[in-house]
């Protein structure tokens, strides 16, 4: 059984540009969560997706927004690039949105 | 912002030695979870522990939960090289704004020498 799939694995943008990071789940899972890791700040949710729907949102500026497609794979772009977005990106898949979640490997974003 | 604290926050033990993890968080939790890290990848899930349970076992681990206390233990019995990783908390609120969110703790990192 497939793993939870994040691409690209590193990516390093300039400051003011903007980036699409995607994130395949398990076969089956419906909900995908994205959550951003820094040193400083620790893990972060940044949002949920279920269904195609947006369910529940983290304290992060609009400049990080989502979508997810009806096979169930998900983006996630953020605009308007600062140094302080760089960071390891996880996404994480369960069936539901509760209990238990499978984690990506994670893209890890520089910001130049 | 950080549900709540682990401790220690880092710990160095000697193969075959037990390692425990403690983990306090703030508000009500339908479940709490822990997860592993090695060096900076993608986590890997333990273990749940829903908030009616008190105790649970997998393997070498076992979590304990203190809902009055808010607090939860991880205990990695006979301890291997590579067991050496990151642990972190995490909590599911209860709640239908819960959905898709773990609220994690800083991590412990876990150093076991062979």
């Known amino acids: 059984k497939a793993g939870v799939t994040q691409t690209p694995r590193y990516l390093i943008k300039t400051r003011g540009q903007q980036v699409t990071l995607s994130c395949s789940p398990i076969?089956?899972?419906?909900?995908v969560s994205w959550y951003q890791q820094t040193p400083g700040q620790g893990l972060q949710f940044l949002f949920e997706?279920?269904?195609?729907?947006?369910?529940n949102k983290g304290n992060f500026p609009g400049r990080f927004s989502g979508r997810q497609f009806s096979n169930s794979r998900s983006e996630m772009n953020v605009s308007t690039l600062e140094l302080g977005d760089s960071a390891l990106y996880l996404c994480?898949?369960?069936?539901?949105?509760?209990?238990?979640?499978?984690f990506g490997s994670g893209t890890r974003l520089t910001v130049v | 912002s950080q549900q709540g604290e682990e401790d220690p926050q880092a710990l160095s033990i000697q193969e075959g030695e037990n390692a425990t993890m403690n983990c306090s968080y703030k508000?009500?939790?339908?479940?709490l979870q822990w997860y592993r890290q090695n060096s900076g990848r993608g986590l890997v899930h333990l273990i749940l522990?829903?908030?009616?349970?008190r105790e649970k076992h997998s393997g070498r681990l076992r979590v304990t939960l203190d809902t009055s206390k808010k607090s939860s233990s991880l205990l990695i019995t006979a301890s291997r090289a590579a067991d050496t990783a990151s642990y972190f908390c995490?909590?599911?609120?209860?709640?239908?704004?819960?959905?898709?969110?773990?609220?994690f703790g800083q991590g412990t990192i876990l150093t076991v020498h062979p």
């Open positions: 995490a909590t599911a609120a209860r709640g239908g704004t819960s959905y898709g969110k773990l609220t």
């Open positions: 508000t009500s939790i339908n479940n």
């Open positions: 997706y279920f269904s195609e729907t947006q369910r």
């Open positions: 076969s089956g899972h419906r909900s």
């Open positions: 522990i829903r908030s009616n349970e």
């Open positions: 994480a898949s369960s069936p539901e949105g509760q209990d238990g979640y499978t």
